[in-house]
């Protein structure tokens, strides 16, 4: 039986803005040409676009109605706005944090309540794979069986055929691309972000553009670990949240996301036997250190392996500067990530000898 929805508190989606945004213009790819061999080959070439190019694309035809993306954001917009003292209890700890256990609340503000450097973002993770013991808020629980069932269409419709296509692009079979994967990055998928705040990094002009709203897409980037499975050949995208124009400024702003990313013991080096990485010569590790995906999580986790860029300007020592919370003194030990607009970026252009799909 569906729980009432109704016994949540109401939600209504933000209207999208009517400032003149610079926007991106990304690739999107139709998967209801997925089970057409022609229509499949043309998203194949598509996605190849996207992945060599801005590492964001954006989805249509994925088989989620508009009911259920409702559903899923009232269910959110609960479970982020209790009372902090109601988020406390499922807060993730600094024990399960060490251990990669990325499951509950992480909150934002000052220090937040387990420690750390202020964050603007305050999120609630689930996993595909939740442990047994570990509740949820008690206002959102009617509603898990739908949320997980959403996750698994994600995991095994949407997540499957990008695969396949990717499959398809390195000239592999099926397998050996599926194979690689488990639920949780590098690949984010966004159901929807009506607030006008995602912005991805030009190549060509080196400028942030908005990442425009699609009322019935979604929005996919791709991340560092594909970029390490492809030798380098699918670029991993640049993208920040920056504060939302000003007709969106007083609106509270509410996302679904759903990440995927190899599976842990999976070692992130191109996938192997590719005949299109062969060609273009993208078949060699881009790390001199190689990483399985657990590991590689641990160190980007701890520092050894975060690249040194932020959001805005470069930094002063000991202060963090950010477009929410102003500047604050950063804590005891705390060690930046630096500024995106000063880290030297390739200029990306579509490589000259195109894949084999024909």
Not at 67 to 88: G, S, V
Not at 293 to 307: F, N, Q, T, V
Request: aromatic residues 8%; negative net charge; hydrophobic residues 30%.
């Amino acid at each position: 039986m569906v729980a009432d929805i109704n016994q949540l508190p109401p939600y209504t989606t933000p209207p999208p803005t009517q400032e003149d945004l610079d926007y991106v213009d990304l690739v999107n790819i139709d998967l209801s040409k997925f089970d057409d061999p022609e229509g499949r080959k043309q998203l194949a070439r598509d996605l190849y676009e996207a992945a060599t190019g801005y590492g964001f694309l954006t989805l249509t035809n994925h088989g989620i109605s508009d009911e259920t993306y409702e559903r899923q954001m009232r269910i959110a917009n609960a479970a982020m706005t209790l009372k902090p003292n109601e988020k406390e209890p499922y807060e993730v700890t600094p024990e399960e944090d060490a251990r990669g256990l990325y499951a509950g609340y992480k909150p934002a503000g000052p220090l937040g309540h387990k420690g750390g450097f202020p964050k603007a973002l305050d999120h609630y993770n689930m996993l595909v794979h939740d442990p047994k013991n570990r509740p949820h808020p008690e206002i959102i629980r009617p509603f898990m069986e739908e949320t997980y069932e959403v996750m698994s269409y994600i995991r095994t419709n949407i997540l499957v055929k990008l695969l396949k296509l990717v499959a398809m692009i390195l000239e592999v079979p099926d397998d050996s691309v599926l194979s690689t994967h488990a639920p949780g990055g590098s690949r984010t998928e966004y159901l929807r972000y009506p607030i006008a705040a995602l912005q991805v990094l030009c190549h060509h002009t080196g400028r942030y553009r908005h990442v425009k709203h699609q009322p019935h897409g979604i929005v996919v980037n791709f991340g560092e670990a594909l970029e390490r499975l492809t030798g380098g050949l699918f670029k991993a995208t640049i993208h920040r949240v920056i504060q939302p124009p000003e007709d969106q400024r007083h609106l509270r702003r509410i996302g679904v996301i759903y990440f995927s990313r190899p599976a842990d013991e999976r070692e992130l080096v191109p996938i192997e036997n590719s005949p299109l990485l062969q060609r273009m010569g993208t078949d060699k590790p881009i790390d001199e250190r190689i990483f399985c995906m657990a590991d590689y999580l641990d160190a980007r986790k701890h520092g050894w392996k975060r690249y040194d860029f932020d959001i805005d300007r470069p930094r002063e020592e000991g202060k963090h500067q950010d477009p929410f919370d102003g500047e604050y003194t950063d804590p005891e030990g705390h060690k930046s990530l630096g500024k995106f607009d000063n880290v030297p970026r390739l200029q990306y252009s579509l490589p000259a000898v195109k894949s084999g799909i024909v």
